[in-house]
């Protein structure tokens, strides 16, 4: 960026209205302007005072003065008979006021281009940052910068991505402002001296893309390279290392401090722990799940029981009181982490769950109750003891509701066994957040079980943090967000999300959720969201972003992928932006090396024969 | 007999006015051909064209104005007004531009009398000007010439600067003009030739010009734009060309053989021009410009309200007058 001022590029347009929030110029001849420019405009005041207007190019446009009829364009441009005047304009949005006036561009003002560096900070209120952080680039490369303030909790919190799937690469979005937090300078200093206990809860999704991102990126060394082919010697600021570059990253790579969970096969015999994953070695990737006991102390019986129709019924009574009763009678297993065996507790035991969880609680033989190792095994008890017709039915479990809500309840039960039973077993481990990123892979789980999975991780987050201040920070990225916390309805993961939502800035827990359309998002989740992106949107929906303009709301619909727009409390418009292809493995192709070095590897080996 | 009609949009009139029995005072001499009466295929006379400039002026009656004695009771009328002229010019095969537009205000009064306007602050300013009449219409044609004057030098310049120049309408009569500059005139007032000449004009072919003839100060011919649509008059897309004596004839053949050749490129198209072909694309265009040029008609006739009023307070004859 050069430190001179550039020359002007046109004048404020006097034949249409200039206005505080938009106006026209009209651009010189050799002048080129295109979207998305920053533009800065000096008057001087009838009072002696001096404003400044910074904005950024929404629309350009084109016309011959003189052509009245559209066949008088072959007149004028082709057979030459004809006179007019080619002009163009652009629409300009305005950012900034300088001082902060009310007042809109004088007509007739000379428009310049920022661009010095404190012209760029004025327009795009970086001055006004007290952290900044940078979330991509512009379309002339240089950075655009978020204030970190507004999502870390401190002044805001939570990050919204929209886009349709596929080509608005939203979770590549998530993790590369993962990755600009955890692996650069800037991002660390942000972070201060919690930094190293910060961590990030990524969920995964969609294959096993993201079970790569602790590799480095193969196709980086080709992608990184220049696109379009600029002449040497001159930067090319489209390509990833120069866009990296103006982002303050020089060597972009991998993540360093990754763990990788990926969920107990389904298939697995009782007692065996694996997981199904195919990409990567069982040693790069624990087998997540929750002992019994585990299930029982943080009472996840509520998040096997999160369809719409649940919540209606009484069955979310009777599972209440299942609940308390089942921490009640759960005794730790002799000899046998992780498992207990259900008795009847002393009278006089509590029914407050807090309660019950502060006993002291001695590891109990099996023989002295209702050993319980597996999700089956559960069911086994609850059977016995909420089927009406069986001699061993207790109404001391089933809270006094109708047999038939009994039968509703383990109809349920039952009906998620093999859906998430799995999951709940001896030998497996909890999921801890012990490194920078925690990737836990629910792809392969039925919806249920994702949904089982993702409120039990997010609740536990949520009491973790409850009354320990908001740093050290955990960031939680989401995607799907629409079938967690879907506009309609009530379920205790949406209740855990919406609490996210509200609360979640003040105990340091910041939700990074991404869904096609926010409009199928509960609002207080996407209300609450402090930075909104949007990726590509479907032109259909487009209209529910109000807080994008007119332009960008159609330029949305077509938005290739690594362009998102982001809108920020700070600045008030959109800004569109490109965020680098990743120096990490985003997917199983990227994160195996390049075919060169698996050949020389094999050679080597098969030479060492 | 057969019923024609006439191309020209209605208010605009015809384009041909002469009375059948009309006779003109003295039949123009041919001066080419040996006296005889020929047609010529237009031609570029040479590999390519010089560069064109088409020269055209607007002009507006903007405020009527009046000066009154108290003392006399006479009254003297003024006009304000503008007038703005200007060229198109085409070099080669490019765009065709607008070039040295000017507009001149003025405020022109009768009886030789010449009070002047201030200039307002938005920019209005008027220079006077002055003639024995008093009549408005006077007044007017004052103005009118004053926009031919102007139209003139502007051509004279772009003939001396090398430009194939044509100005619209008659060439200024009264001056010396030695450069091959091309009066263009769309309406036939008069039978300029014999009758039996006169006649033969409408079988002209798109592109093909008459003879030179002499008419007054310059050398003078007919020549047929464009072809004449099924129910348009004979003289539907004839015009006259002019050009001056001090060209000397060869030259003024050359530049006959050149304006037959390039002018129906630019005729003008009938469903834009109410005076098409005749009024060429290039002279309509720069007319709209000009036109806009002068500026908004109620902009400026509240200017000349403004400089009257501000005039008027600042003269201590009127503020007597008002006490």
């Given at each position: 960026m050069s430190g001179s001022k550039h020359p002007e590029i046109g004048l404020v347009d006097g034949s249409t209205i200039a206005s505080t929030r938009r106006f026209h110029v009209v651009l010189h001849e050799k002048a080129v302007t295109q979207l998305d420019d920053l533009l800065v405009c000096e008057q001087a005041l009838p009072d002696g005072g001096q404003v400044t207007h910074y904005g950024i190019v929404v629309e350009g446009t084109g016309q011959i003065e003189g052509a009245e009829l559209p066949s008088?364009?072959?007149?004028?441009?082709?057979?030459?008979?004809?006179?007019?005047?080619?002009?163009?304009?652009?629409?300009?949005?305005?950012?900034?006021?300088?001082?902060?006036?009310?007042?809109?561009?004088?007509?007739?003002?000379?428009v310049r281009r920022v661009s010095t560096q404190p012209e760029r900070e004025a327009a795009l209120f970086i001055d006004q940052m007290v952290s900044?952080?940078?979330?991509?680039?512009?379309?002339?490369?240089?950075?655009?910068?978020?204030?970190?303030?507004?999502?870390?909790?401190?002044?805001?919190?939570?990050?919204?991505?929209?886009?349709?799937?596929?080509?608005?690469?939203?979770?590549?979005?998530?993790?590369?402002?993962?990755y600009m937090l955890f692996e650069t300078d800037e991002g660390r200093k942000l972070l201060g001296p919690h930094g190293p206990n910060t961590h990030a809860l990524v969920f995964n999704v969609k294959g096993e893309d993201l079970l790569h991102i602790d590799r480095p990126n193969s196709k980086f060394g080709e992608r990184g390279k220049s696109r379009s082919g600029a002449n040497k010697g001159t930067p090319d600021k489209t390509s990833a290392v120069e866009q990296w570059r103006a982002l303050g990253v020089?060597?972009?790579?991998?993540?360093?401090?990754?763990?990788?969970?990926?969920?107990?096969?389904?298939?697995?015999?009782?007692?065996?722990?694996?997981?199904?994953?195919?990409?990567?070695?069982?040693?790069?990737?624990?087998?997540?799940?929750?002992?019994?006991?585990?299930?029982?102390?943080?009472?996840?019986?509520?998040?096997?029981?999160?369809?719409?129709?649940?919540?209606?019924?009484?069955?979310?009574?009777?599972?209440?009181?299942?609940?308390?009763?089942?921490?009640?009678?759960?005794?730790?297993?002799?000899?046998?982490?992780?498992?207990?065996?259900?008795?009847?507790?002393p009278d006089g035991t509590s029914h407050v769950m807090s309660r019950v969880l502060g006993e002291a609680r001695d590891p109990r033989p099996a023989g002295m109750g209702h050993p319980v190792r597996t999700f089956d095994d559960l069911l086994e008890f609850l059977d016995r003891k909420l089927s009406p017709d069986a001699p061993t039915f207790d109404t001391q479990w089933t809270g006094g509701v109708q047999q038939g809500t009994c039968l509703a309840f383990l109809r349920r039960l039952y009906a998620q066994a093999p859906r998430l039973g799995h999951l709940v077993s001896t030998g497996v481990q909890p999921v801890k957040l012990q490194k920078s990123v925690t990737v836990?892979?629910?792809?392969?789980?039925?919806?249920?079980?994702?949904?089982?999975?993702?409120?039990?991780?997010?609740?536990?987050?949520?009491?973790?943090?409850?009354?320990?201040?908001?740093?050290?920070?955990?960031?939680?990225?989401?995607?799907?967000?629409?079938?967690?916390?879907?506009?309609?309805?009530?379920?205790?993961?949406?209740?855990?999300?919406?609490?996210?939502?509200?609360?979640?800035?003040?105990?340091?827990?910041?939700?990074?959720?991404?869904?096609?359309?926010?409009?199928?998002?509960?609002?207080?989740?996407?209300?609450?969201?402090?930075?909104?992106?949007?990726?590509?949107?479907?032109?259909?929906?487009?209209?529910?972003?109000?807080?994008l303009t007119t332009e960008l709301r159609e330029r949305a619909a077509r938005f290739l992928p690594g362009t998102m727009v982001v809108d920020q409390p700070l600045i008030p418009a959109p800004l569109p932006l490109r965020f680098p292809f990743p120096g990490f493995a985003t997917c199983v192709a990227e994160g195996e090396p390049p075919a060169e070095v698996k050949k020389a590897a094999a050679k080597k080996a098969f030479d060492g024969l | 007999?057969?019923?024609?009609?006439?191309?020209?949009?209605?208010?605009?009139?015809?384009?041909?006015?002469?009375?059948?029995?009309?006779?003109?005072?003295?039949?123009?001499?041919?001066?080419?051909?040996?006296q005889r009466f020929r047609f010529h295929p237009g031609k570029q006379e040479g590999e390519e064209l010089p560069p064109l400039a088409f020269v055209d002026g607007v002009r507006r009656g903007e405020a009527s104005l009046y000066r009154h004695d108290p003392l006399s009771g006479e009254?003297?009328?003024?006009?304000?007004?503008?007038?703005?002229?200007?060229?198109?010019?085409?070099?080669?095969?490019?765009?065709?531009?607008?070039?040295?537009?000017?507009?001149?205000?003025?405020?022109?009064?009768?009886?030789?009398?010449?009070?002047?306007?201030?200039?307002?602050?938005?920019?209005?300013?008027w220079e006077s000007d002055s003639i024995i009449e008093t009549s408005p219409k006077d007044l007017l044609a004052r103005l009118h010439q004053r926009m031919r004057s102007s139209e003139a030098e502007l051509a004279e310049a772009m003939g001396k600067a090398g430009y194939l120049t044509v100005i619209d309408g008659p060439l200024p009569y009264g001056r010396v003009i030695d450069v091959?500059?091309?009066?263009?005139?769309?309406?036939?007032?008069?039978?300029?030739?014999?009758?039996?000449?006169?006649?033969?004009?409408?079988?002209?072919?798109?592109?093909?010009?008459?003879?030179?003839?002499?008419?007054?100060?310059?050398?003078?011919?007919?020549?047929?734009?464009?072809?004449?649509?099924?129910?348009?008059?004979?003289?539907?897309?004839?015009?006259?060309?002019?050009?001056?004596?001090?060209?000397?004839?060869?030259?003024?053949?050359?530049?006959?053989?050149?304006?037959?050749?390039?002018?129906?490129?630019?005729?003008?198209?009938?469903?834009?021009?109410p005076r098409a072909p005749q009024n060429l694309q290039p002279i309509g265009a720069l007319e709209n410009h000009l036109r806009h040029l002068l500026g908004d008609p109620r902009l400026a006739a509240r200017a000349v309200r403004e400089s009257v009023a501000h005039d008027s307070s600042h003269s201590p004859a009127q503020r007597g007058l008002f006490r």
């Open positions: 008088d364009t072959q007149r004028i441009a082709a057979e030459r008979t004809m006179p007019g005047v080619t002009v163009r304009r652009v629409e300009v949005q305005v950012l900034r006021t300088v001082p902060e006036l009310w007042l809109p561009p004088l007509p007739g003002s000379v900044p952080l940078p979330i991509g680039v512009d379309q002339g490369g240089d950075p655009v910068l978020a204030d970190f303030s507004f999502m870390n909790g401190e002044k805001g919190g939570h990050v919204s991505i929209s886009g349709v799937s596929g080509v608005a690469t939203k979770t590549s979005y998530a993790l590369f402002l993962l020089e060597n972009p790579g991998k993540f360093n401090s990754v763990a990788l969970y990926a969920p107990r096969s389904a298939g697995s015999r009782e007692g065996a722990v694996a997981t199904d994953i195919t990409s990567r070695s069982s040693k790069d990737v624990i087998a997540f799940g929750w002992p019994p006991r585990d299930f029982i102390r943080e009472g996840l019986l509520k998040f096997c029981f999160v369809e719409e129709e649940d919540a209606r019924t009484q069955v979310a009574f009777i599972e209440q009181r299942v609940r308390v009763q089942l921490a009640r009678w759960a005794y730790p297993l002799e000899y046998e982490p992780g498992a207990v065996v259900l008795c009847e507790p836990v892979d629910i792809h392969s789980l039925h919806d249920a079980a994702q949904r089982f999975v993702v409120g039990a991780l997010l609740s536990r987050i949520f009491e973790e943090k409850q009354g320990k201040g908001r740093e050290p920070l955990r960031f939680v990225v989401l995607d799907e967000l629409n079938k967690y916390a879907p506009k309609q309805g009530q379920s205790p993961i949406k209740e855990v999300l919406v609490d996210i939502a509200a609360r979640g800035r003040s105990l340091g827990v910041l939700l990074i959720g991404a869904q096609q359309s926010s409009a199928d998002v509960d609002a207080n989740i996407t209300r609450n969201a402090a930075l909104k992106i949007v990726g590509r949107l479907d032109a259909g929906e487009a209209a529910d972003y109000k807080f | 007999m057969t019923i024609f009609f006439e191309d020209w949009n209605v208010s605009y009139g015809s384009p041909y006015l002469i009375e059948p029995d009309e006779v003109s005072e003295e039949p123009a001499e041919l001066i080419e051909d040996k009254i003297v009328h003024g006009v304000a007004g503008a007038h703005a002229r200007g060229a198109v010019v085409r070099n080669g095969n490019g765009p065709l531009l607008f070039k040295d537009t000017r507009v001149s205000r003025l405020c022109i009064w009768g009886a030789g009398q010449k009070p002047t306007l201030s200039p307002t602050e938005h920019g209005f300013q091959p500059i091309l009066g263009y005139i769309k309406t036939h007032h008069k039978a300029i030739l014999k009758a039996e000449y006169h006649r033969k004009v409408p079988s002209l072919a798109p592109g093909e010009r008459t003879s030179l003839f002499a008419r007054k100060h310059c050398f003078s011919a007919y020549l047929r734009l464009a072809p004449r649509g099924p129910f348009s008059g004979p003289w539907a897309g004839i015009v006259r060309i002019e050009i001056p004596v001090g060209a000397g004839l060869d030259l003024a053949i050359r530049e006959a053989n050149r304006a037959a050749f390039f002018l129906p490129k630019f005729a003008g198209v009938a469903h834009k021009d």
